[in-house]
């Protein structure tokens, strides 16, 4: 049971002054031209029986599928005649999006709650253009377990899926069992430029880059300074925060004497979401982390929750060698890749000898240039150089090293790809995805030999 949070409730804990400075500033703050995105041919492998992802056994009434894993990176096939910009796929997801460079939306995968938009709750084994955006300009898209943001260009964000607690940031359908099959509008005035989605929350980044937070704050990880508890008839429950609530304080913590120090006019240019953890990059490349610390997931040294954005001291802003480049929440832990295309880990990440709540590099990658970072729940990939690269626990062919390898507690490369640039890599659960690029002969060449997948 949860209850819903009126818009203008306030649960906080400490005071918390407006950063009106911050205001200030991002008014003042023109739009800016983003460049032309590279586009390519996405790439899956890994289990394609959705229903089984993360479970024994199909749920009652699911449409029977049996088909053998892609052990190997396969092409798409019903994405081989158009050009894609952005492959979304999340550590909680059984479902991924696929985004065009003129703005259309794929989407795939398992649907029992109404998560692709599609108006009804059928899986889709096959990548199918999602008709509700037929007519909108697609820029963004974000995934959790049961729940997707879908971003606009026209006319702001839409969510579908699971709404059980409010993370869908409508204001409205929320509850056990609640679901939305048709995208409805989240309720935020300003444009929204970048969204992640955990397990039951949702994070929103808007165009003048102040941060929002909707759905459940059990662990914290709205960043709002609560986690929403309350007892009704001797049980515990969880406020649901339907509406998106602003996410004013960011904090640092001094390491020695464990003083906490507010930052002021922070603005934000990326989110990411685990679980129940959260990570945020600042536009002064600050990094900032919060919710849920089990494994010390976080970074911070500990393993205390925290309700509140707290800067991870380890990266520090204008330092070549230290500066964040790339981070993105895993399932129990986070990833970083710093100027130097070097890559960090920390939390609880299915790597042997690299569990660790500060952050740690892999020193297996040493050498290697990481340009994009796809971390899931048990397996996770990278894109370095001109080579895919992926580790972890896998059963159905998520690491893309072919039928015999279940398993890989050390970065190995992925078979078929080796020569391929790679624009994006992705994890999901139990699924791989890939977004290579075409634009030279010798990559064309890669690409005629790898299988196709035509669900």
Same mark, same amino acid.
């Given at each position: 049971?949860?209850?819903?949070?009126?818009?203008?409730?306030?649960?906080?804990?400490?005071?918390?002054?407006?950063?009106?400075?911050?205001?200030?500033?991002?008014?003042?703050?023109?739009?800016?031209?983003?460049?032309?995105?590279?586009?390519?041919?996405?790439?899956?492998?890994?289990?394609?029986?959705?229903?089984?992802?993360?479970?024994?056994?199909?749920?009652?009434?699911?449409?029977?599928?049996? #088909?053998?894993?892609?052990?190997?990176?396969?092409?798409?096939?019903?994405? =081989?005649?158009?050009?894609?910009?952005? $492959?979304?796929?999340?550590?909680?997801?059984?479902?991924?999006?696929?985004?065009?460079?003129?703005?259309?939306?794929?989407?795939?995968?398992?649907?029992?709650?109404?998560?692709?938009?599609?108006?009804?709750? $059928?899986?889709?084994?096959?990548?199918?253009?999602?008709?509700?955006?037929?007519?909108?300009?697609?820029?963004?898209?974000?995934?959790?377990?049961?729940?997707?943001?879908?971003?606009?260009?026209?006319?702001?964000?839409?969510?579908?899926?699971?709404?059980?607690? *409010?993370?869908?940031?409508? *204001?409205?359908? #929320?509850?056990?069992?609640?679901?939305?099959?048709?995208?409805?509008?989240?309720?935020?005035?300003?444009?929204? /430029?970048?969204?992640?989605?955990?397990?039951?929350?949702?994070?929103?980044?808007?165009? /003048?880059?102040?941060?929002?937070?909707?759905?459940? =704050?059990?662990? *914290?990880?709205?960043?709002?300074?609560?986690?929403?508890?309350?007892?009704?008839?001797?049980?515990?429950?969880?406020?649901?925060?339907?509406?998106?609530?602003?996410?004013?304080?960011?904090?640092?913590?001094?390491?020695?004497?464990?003083?906490?120090?507010?930052?002021?006019?922070?603005?934000?240019?990326? #989110?990411?979401?685990?679980?129940?953890?959260?990570?945020?990059?600042?536009?002064?490349?600050?990094?900032?982390?919060?919710?849920?610390?089990?494994?010390?997931?976080?970074?911070?040294?500990?393993?205390?929750?925290?309700?509140?954005?707290?800067?991870?001291?380890?990266?520090?802003?204008?330092?070549?060698? =230290?500066?964040?480049? #790339?981070?993105?929440? =895993?399932?129990?832990?986070?990833?970083?890749?710093?100027?130097?295309?070097?890559?960090?880990?920390?939390?609880?990440?299915?790597?042997?000898?690299?569990?660790?709540?500060?952050?740690?590099?892999?020193?297996?990658?040493?050498?290697?240039?990481?340009?994009?970072?796809?971390?899931? /729940?048990?397996?996770?990939?990278? @894109?370095?150089?001109?080579?895919?690269?992926?580790?972890?626990?896998?059963?159905?062919?998520?690491?893309?090293?072919?039928?015999?390898?279940?398993?890989?507690?050390?970065?190995?490369?992925?078979?078929?790809?080796?020569?391929?640039?790679?624009?994006?890599?992705?994890?999901?659960?139990?699924?791989?995805?890939?977004?290579? @690029?075409?634009?030279?002969?010798?990559?064309?060449?890669?690409?005629? /030999?790898?299988?196709?997948?035509?669900?």
């Amino acid at each position: 049971m949860a209850a819903v949070e009126e818009p203008s409730a306030k649960r906080q804990k400490v005071e918390e002054e407006p950063e009106k400075a911050a205001e200030d500033v991002s008014n003042g703050k023109e739009e800016e031209v983003e460049k032309k995105k590279p586009s390519g041919i996405p790439l899956i492998c890994g289990s394609l029986n959705w229903d089984l992802m993360g479970r024994e056994k199909s749920r009652v009434n699911a449409k029977p599928r049996k #088909v053998e894993p892609a052990w190997t990176p396969q092409i798409i096939s019903a994405l =081989s005649e158009v050009r894609v910009t952005d $492959i979304i796929a999340g550590p909680c997801a059984a479902h991924s999006f696929f985004i065009t460079d003129n703005g259309q939306l794929f989407g795939l995968g398992r649907n029992e709650s109404g998560q692709l938009g599609l108006g009804n709750t $059928i899986r889709q084994d096959g990548a199918i253009e999602i008709p509700f955006f037929v007519d909108k300009k697609v820029i963004g898209a974000a995934v959790g377990r049961g729940h997707s943001i879908i971003l606009t260009e026209e006319d702001g964000a839409y969510g579908m899926g699971d709404n059980d607690m *409010g993370q869908l940031g409508i *204001g409205t359908n #929320v509850g056990k069992g609640a679901t939305v099959t048709t995208p409805k509008p989240v309720q935020l005035q300003q444009k929204v /430029k970048h969204a992640a989605c955990g397990f039951d929350f949702t994070l929103f980044v808007t165009s /003048k880059g102040f941060l929002y937070s909707a759905g459940s =704050s059990e662990s *914290g990880q709205l960043g709002i300074n609560d986690n929403g508890e309350y007892i009704e008839g001797r049980k515990l429950f969880y406020t649901a925060h339907a509406v998106p609530t602003r996410v004013h304080s960011f904090f640092t913590k001094d390491p020695r004497t464990k003083e906490v120090t507010r930052v002021p006019n922070v603005l934000i240019r990326y #989110v990411s979401a685990g679980q129940h953890h959260c990570l945020a990059i600042s536009e002064t490349d600050e990094l900032y982390t919060w919710g849920f610390n089990g494994h010390g997931r976080l970074g911070h040294r500990t393993t205390e929750n925290e309700l509140i954005p707290m800067r991870v001291l380890h990266f520090r802003p204008g330092d070549k060698n =230290s500066c964040v480049k #790339v981070a993105k929440c =895993s399932y129990g832990g986070c990833f970083a890749v710093n100027n130097l295309g070097n890559l960090y880990c920390w939390g609880q990440n299915q790597i042997a000898r690299l569990e660790c709540p500060y952050p740690i590099p892999v020193e297996d990658l040493y050498g290697w240039n990481v340009n994009d970072i796809g971390p899931g /729940k048990n397996h996770h990939v990278i @894109a370095a150089d001109f080579s895919s690269i992926a580790m972890g626990k896998a059963t159905t062919g998520e690491l893309g090293m072919g039928h015999t390898v279940k398993s890989s507690s050390r970065p190995d490369k992925m078979h078929g790809v080796d020569g391929l640039k790679m624009i994006q890599c992705g994890a999901g659960a139990a699924h791989t995805l890939l977004l290579a @690029a075409d634009d030279d002969d010798e990559s064309k060449e890669i690409l005629k /030999k790898l299988d196709v997948n035509d669900d």
